[in-house]
């Protein structure tokens, strides 16, 4: 991708992420390396002559206003602060400094980011673009939402055990008010988007009343666990899982999103309740057919 569109791109390997920043910094200064510093094969004094050659302020994390402070004690280079005492720069500015001290010493104290959260629940909801006064209006935007709701949910590798569905009118018109909830729970934990569908159309037409204007709606799945996790009684182990929901899920990736769809959404048309997007800004990062042409 960085080679069709021409994006610069650098990488930097080292024995610690604050030397891996320095290379990355070398390789970007240093065209003739092909985008890539890999501090790892070099010799010790190798090291510290490119930590020699890099003023202080380009240590990661070391700003204007700390390289002011650090030029009194005669630390004007990268290699300085690598030889500076770690425990010193602990009393004099922070922890945060000490192990910036230690990693261009070689010394790893700066751990990767925690891995993020499993998610408890997955929404999808959207503004209706025109209100939604019947219940087989309502069923066909629970149909597709439950289906987009499930997509996600494979994408995640997820399976849920429960289904939310709420509806609700606007709050700032005038007439009767209404907000419809209800959750159901699957027969077991499943992202099967034909029971998912199931269920949430069930949960809907309980919190769905009629002789109101609904312009909201949502379908939020709860109750998740990783795919596979939650075995039941009925499982057959020997029956290969349903590859139609995948199937579909590619055929919408590589053909735009809701070609091929189960019941409702399985019909690519204009449907009025459909949330409004005239306003919508072009896809200029993300759509080759959306790049801006800047051409004379």
Known sequence: MATWIGLPVQIGIGPTKTLAKTAQHHAKAHPELGGRCDLTGWAPAAVDELLDSLPVSDVWGIGGRLTARLAPLGIRTTLDLARADPRQMRRLFSVVVERTVRELGGVPCIEFGPAPPVRRELMHGRMLGQ???????????????????????????????????????????????HHGTRTLALPIPTDSPVEIVRIARRAGQIAYAAGYSYIRAMVMLTDLAPAGSQPHLWADPDR?????????????????????????????????????????SPHYTTRWD???????
């Open 290 to 296: 959306q790049l801006l042409d800047v051409t004379a």
């Open 240 to 280: 290969p899982d349903d590859p139609i929901p995948t199937l579909i899920d590619r055929i919408n990736h590589r053909h735009g999103h809701g070609l091929i769809g189960y019941g409702a959404a399985g019909l690519r048309r204009h449907r009025p309740w459909s949330m409004r997007r005239e306003m919508l």
């Open 131 to 177: 209100p939604v006064t019947s219940w087989a209006e309502m069923s066909e935007v629970i149909s597709v939402y439950a289906q987009t709701a499930a997509r996600r949910l494979r994408r995640h590798q997820l399976q849920a055990g429960s289904v939310t569905v709420s509806m609700s009118t606007s709050p700032f018109r005038s007439g009767p008010s």
